[in-house]
C-alpha cells in the first residue's frame, strides 16, 4: 500500500508519542532481558501524561489523527509495561507549556509547531513528532530506538490500514462501494450495539453523525469524543475519560439504551422508537416530551415522529410560552429535525456499503 505524505506524518507523531509513554522489557523483539532494562529504564513502571495536540477533529484537517496516535500510544504502554494517561489539546490548551512545566510528560504535535524548550524526536508521518522537555536527552534517545522498530512492524502497518482511508458513507454508497469495514472502530460498535438490542451499523451511523469517527471532536458545549458525551452524562454512568473510544462509547450508548427504555412502553413500532431515542439523544428527552404533549393536545399521535415534525414549527412561535403542554419553552427543532433524518440516511448507506 502507498502511504501517502500525511500518512507517513501521522505515523511518525503516533510513534514518538506511544514509544515516550512506555517501557517495557521488549523480549517478544528478539532484545536480551539486560538489553531491554538498559533501553526502558525511563519509563518502565511509571504512570505518564501524554498530550495530543495535532489540531485534529472532525471538521479539521484528517479528523482520525488523534484516534491512530492514541492506539499507538496504547501499544507502547502496553509493551513497555507502563500506565499512560493520554489527553488530547483543545482549541485553547497550550501543551507546550503543560510539557516545559512538568504537567505532562510527552507531547505529540506537529513539528513545525515546535519551539524552544522541546527536544523533538524523528519525524514520525511527515512533520508529527514526539516531544519532551529539554534536558531529557535519554528519554528522546528511547524513544527514537522505539520507533525504528515500531514503524516496520505489521501492527503499525495494521493501524495506518486501519485509519487512513476514507469513512464517508454517502459517498461510499453513491460509488456503489462494497466493504466490510465501515471504520477503525467496528468492533467496538458490534460489542455496545448488542446490549442496544441495534444493528451495529445503526451505532455507527449516530457515530458518524456525531463526530465522523473522531476521538478528538468537540463542541462548543463541552460534549467530546466519538459520541458527542457531555461530561456530566458520562459521570452519570460512571465514565470520567471520554477520549477513551470504549468508555465513550459506553457511556453514550448507555444513554441511548435509557432513552430508548422511555418510548419502548410506548405504543411504537421499532422503527419509531429508533427515530424518538435519536430525537431525545440530540434534544434532551424534556423538549421531545413537551413535542408529544403538544402533538397529543392537536389530536395527532404522539407515537409517530412524523407527527412530531409537523408541530416543531408551533414550538417555535411565542405563543407556545403560555401552552400548558409545553414546560421547557420555544424549541426550534430544525437541528433535530435533521439529525434523525441524517442518522436514518447514513444508516441506509452503511447497510448498502456494508450488507449482512
Known amino acids: 500500500m502507498k502511504i501517502s505524505k500525511k500518512t507517513r506524518r501521522l505515523v511518525k507523531f503516533v ?8 517501557a517495557r522489557p521488549l523480549n ?30 472532525m471538521r479539521r484537517g484528517h479528523g482520525l489523527e488523534t484516534g ?13 509495561n507502563c500506565n499512560i494517561r493520554i489527553v488530547a489539546g483543545g482549541k485553547d490548551a497550550d501543551y507546550t507549556d503543560s510539557l516545559k512545566m512538568g504537567v505532562i510528560d510527552i507531547l505529540i504535535m506537529h513539528h513545525e509547531e515546535a519551539n524552544d524548550g522541546l527536544l523533538l524526536s524523528e519525524n514520525i ?20 530506538d522505539w520507533i525504528s522498530d515500531y514503524v516496520v512492524s505489521e501492527e503499525f502497518n495494521q493501524h495506518i490500514k486501519m485509519f487512513f482511508r476514507p469513512f464517508n458513507p454517502i459517498k461510499k454508497a453513491e460509488r456503489g462501494v462494497k466493504t466490510e469495514t465501515v471504520s477503525p472502530y467496528d468492533n467496538l460498535f458490534k460489542e455496545y450495539a448488542k ?34 458525551v457531555m461530561p456530566q452524562t458520562g459521570a452519570s454512568y460512571d465514565v470520567n475519560d471520554l477520549m477513551d473510544p470504549s468508555q465513550n462509547l459506553l457511556a453514550g450508548t448507555s444513554h441511548l439504551k435509557r432513552l430508548q427504555k422511555l418510548y419502548s412502553t410506548c405504543d411504537m413500532s421499532e ?24 402533538a397529543r393536545a392537536k389530536r395527532l399521535d404522539e407515537n409517530v415522529w412524523e407527527n412530531i415534525v409537523s408541530v416543531i ?5 411565542d405563543s407556545i410560552l403560555t401552552d400548558e403542554n409545553v414546560k421547557l419553552g420555544k424549541f426550534t427543532g430544525t437541528e433535530t429535525i435533521a439529525y434523525v433524518d441524517n442518522v436514518m440516511a447514513l444508516y441506509d448507506a452503511i447497510c448498502q456499503i456494508c450488507p449482512r
Not at 532494562?37 to 477533529?57: A, E, N, P, Q, R
Not at 491512530?68 to 513497555?80: C, I, Q, S
Not at 451505532?203 to 463526530?211: F, G, I, K, M, T
Not at 422503527?271 to 403538544?294: M, P
Open 15 to 22: 510513534i514518538v508519542t506511544a514509544l515516550v509513554m512506555i
Open 28 to 57: 517478544d523483539s528478539g532484545r536480551t532481558q539486560s538489553e531491554s532494562m538498559v533501553d526502558m529504564f525511563h519509563f518502565s513502571g511509571k504512570t505518564l501524561v501524554c498530550g495530543i495536540d495535532l489540531g485534529d477533529d
Open 68 to 80: 491512530f496516535a492514541y492506539e499507538v500510544m496504547k501499544d507502547f504502554a502496553r509493551d513497555h
Open 125 to 144: 508521518i511527515d512533520c508529527s513528532a514526539l516531544a519532551v522537555s529539554q534536558g531529557k536527552e535519554g528519554h528522546m534517545r528511547e524513544i527514537n
Open 195 to 228: 446490549d442496544l438490542g441495534w444493528d451495529w451499523r445503526m451505532l455507527a451511523a449516530v457515530v458518524y453523525q456525531e463526530s465522523k469517527f473522531s476521538i478528538s471532536s468537540r463542541s462548543h458545549r463541552g460534549a467530546s469524543g466519538l459520541m458527542q
Open 271 to 294: 422503527q419509531e422508537v429508533i427515530r424518538f431515542t435519536l430525537a431525545a439523544y440530540n434534544a434532551g428527552e424534556g423538549r421531545i416530551r413537551d413535542c408529544r404533549n403538544l
Open 313 to 317: 414549527p408551533m414550538m417555535r412561535e
